[in-house]
């Protein structure tokens, strides 16, 4: 069974019902961002972002279907460094993405290579850590994605996530036990979806 | 749950992990044979490319895989010419795309699908098993999305049923301090990493700062034995196993003697061509890799030329495995000429390893001058000694320079050019 470092670095343990249920989470996040079947979506995250590795049973062990999987999109895989960045000028020249998500660290190298709008960017991030420009955040520890809603500008959560209020405090429960207080990460987000 | 389709009778002894590495020799090229004509037929039928490259090669008559040695090699550019963005995009079975290093200056997109990923997933548990992997047991693995190689060996680990770690990163500089408290906080018995990351590691993240892990699986570029050894003395490291393999689907493995890599001939057929033709380089002599992957893609590798520079060894393993035995060396695209020599990493780190102060260390060689081999190491120590060392063995004028304190940000890369030398923090 899997561990996973956090951005804190946190050492955590997600069983295997833990991560096939935050894939199916990642997977109506990214058909939420308009990801259909047979689009091919770049992920430029680090390795140990659930972004990437919730993408495919390939790549953690004790996930049987991945997002990718669920909802039949392709994946561009990169291990998002800027050392990196330069091998994507070439990848883009062969086959163009229908989407981008790229983590705030490298978003500005990236752009570089996609300025014909043939590609939707999203901005992406651990809450601990993404910029205010952020449309798709997402919370290494709980394992729960919110994304930009369109209509009000405001955060959602994937659907199957439940948010409770207790105060001041917002609390996500996800299916198969991920329960978090991202209170934090509304607070770095901006305002909740209202619509 | 295990991914992996069963491909032989597991064994799982402590020397052993499966039926095929005990196979003679006869029995692992007939199985190569059936491989190689299913192949052929398939790729004939199924990409234009390789329909005029074996047009002279029928199936049915190949009567043994040195019949392959009359193809014409397929280099990187042969591939990217061929490929379209059709080609890589209708099959609806190629789900994830991985990307090669464009350490050449172009960039190979490789699709993989799970008939690929399946059938790499069985030679890395092999990989892992030889080098002591166990039920149980935790390994840090490299980040998933890094490598083909990666994504092979979380359905490895599945298998055997070891328990995966994965660190908050990447294989670089800055994420140094997060792998070694991942390591440390889970207890970790194995980690998987890259060559130049062990050496990052070993020379930046303090002492004794692998005490505990009794395995390193490391990929990318081969250690010396005296790097090997520094390594783990220093370290509290156990014991480093090398294993390597390319996107374009070779597949390989140390076994516990250390003495090359056996090849997983199972997935693929490894050669050694020389550096100036095609014809076979001899057991010893410094050649050429090529690969052909068995397995059924999108984008076929036929002979295709990997870039790395290898050599064969004829002897057999002490282990007693008839599987073919190849080191790789370099790459290459790294060959500096110097004075009218070819040098290459490989050559200065051999020399560097032999010598207590400069083993082990990170360097990068400069390419841009013509008549003097540049040399830029991480870290103080007598410069002009290290010169002397390297002009008395390479028999070429030596420019021996150190960046002191400040690490070097080489990346993957172990030769810059000259007017990027900035961007390694020089």
Redesign the interface.
């Known amino acids: ?7 804190t ?1 946190e ?1 955590i343990y997600h069983s ?1 019902d833990m991560l096939n249920a935050a894939a199916k989470l990642l997977a109506s996040t990214m058909m939420a961002l308009g990801v259909r079947k ?1 689009d ?1 979506v770049h ?1 430029c995250d ?3 972002s659930p972004l ?2 919730l993408q ?7 996930l ?1 279907v991945g997002a ?2 669920i909802v039949g999109y ?8 800027p ?2 960045v ?3 000028a ?2 883009y020249r ?3 993405p229908q989407m981008v998500i790229v983590n705030t660290a490298i978003n500005g190298l990236v752009r570089k290579f996609l300025d014909d709008k043939e590609s939707k960017i999203v901005v992406a991030g651990d809450f601990e850590e993404v910029g205010i420009d952020a449309q798709l955040i997402y919370s ?1 520890r709980e394992l729960c994605f919110l994304y930009k809603c369109e209509s009000c500008n405001g955060f959602k959560p994937a659907e199957g996530s439940k948010i409770t209020y207790m105060g001041d405090r917002v609390r996500i429960e996800n299916p198969k036990s991920q329960r978090g207080d991202i209170s934090g990460i509304l607070l770095k987000a901006g305002e909740y979806c209202n619509c | 749950m295990q991914l992996l389709t069963h491909r032989f009778a597991l064994i799982l002894s402590d020397d052993n992990f499966d039926e095929f590495e005990k196979w003679s020799r006869k029995k692992i090229e007939e199985y190569q044979l059936d491989r190689l004509r299913r192949l052929v037929a398939e790729v004939k039928k199924t990409n234009s490319l390789y329909n005029v490259k074996l047009k002279e090669l029928d199936p049915d008559d190949i009567s043994s895989i040195e019949a392959l040695s009359e193809v014409p090699p397929t280099s990187k550019k042969d591939l990217i010419s061929a490929l379209s963005s059709e080609d890589l995009t209708s099959n609806e079975d190629q789900r994830i795309f991985f990307t090669t290093r464009g350490s050449t200056g172009e960039t190979l997109v490789i699709p993989q699908n799970d008939e690929e990923l399946d059938e790499y997933g069985w030679p890395a548990a092999r990989g892992l098993w030889w080098s002591g992997l166990r039920r149980g047991m935790k390994i840090v693995t490299l980040p998933p999305a890094w490598h083909r190689l990666a994504a092979s060996e979380a359905a490895a680990v599945g298998l055997i049923g070891a328990e995966q770690v994965i660190f908050w990163g990447s294989t670089s500089e800055k994420y140094v301090q997060n792998f070694l408290k991942a390591v440390r906080r889970t207890r970790a018995q194995f980690i998987s990493i890259t060559t130049p990351f062990l050496l990052t590691i070993f020379n930046r993240g303090g002492k004794r700062a692998l005490e505990g892990v009794e395995k390193c699986i490391t990929v990318g570029a081969p250690l010396s034995i005296p790097a090997r050894k520094k390594i783990c003395e220093e370290s509290g490291l156990g014991e480093i196993f090398e294993r390597a393999g390319t996107q374009e689907g070779a597949a390989m493995d140390e076994c516990r003697f250390h003495d090359a890599h056996h090849i997983h001939e199972d997935v693929c057929l490894l050669e050694v061509v020389k550096m100036n033709d095609v014809s076979h380089a001899a057991a010893g002599e410094v050649g050429r890799l090529v690969v052909t992957a068995f397995v059924r893609r999108s984008v076929p590798t036929i002979r295709y030329l990997t870039g790395d520079l290898a050599v064969f060894f004829d002897e057999e393993c002490r282990c007693g495995r008839k599987l073919k035995r190849v080191e790789l060396l370099d790459r290459e695209e790294n060959i500096i000429v110097v004075d009218g020599k070819r040098i290459l990493p490989y050559q200065v780190r051999q020399i560097m390893d032999r010598d207590e102060e400069y083993c082990a260390r990170n360097f990068v060689m400069v390419r841009g001058k013509p008549d003097k081999l540049h040399v830029i190491v991480e870290g103080g120590g007598d410069l002009n000694r290290l010169r002397r060392l390297l002009k008395d063995e390479l028999y070429v004028e030596v420019l021996v320079e150190s960046t002191g304190s400040i690490p070097l940000r080489f990346g993957f890369r172990p030769v810059i050019n000259f007017e990027d030398l900035n961007k390694v923090g020089f």
Do not use: N
């Not at chain 1, 069974?1 to 951005?7: K, L």
């Not at chain 1, 392709?74 to 460094?81: E, P, V």
């Open positions: 069974m899997p561990y996973f470092q956090t951005v670095s050492i295997s047979g091919i992920v680090l390795g140990s990437l590795y495919s049973k390939w790549f953690v062990s004790g049987e990718s999987e392709k994946i561009i895989c990169s291990d998002a460094t050392e990196r330069h091998v994507f070439d990848a062969i086959m163009r290494s």
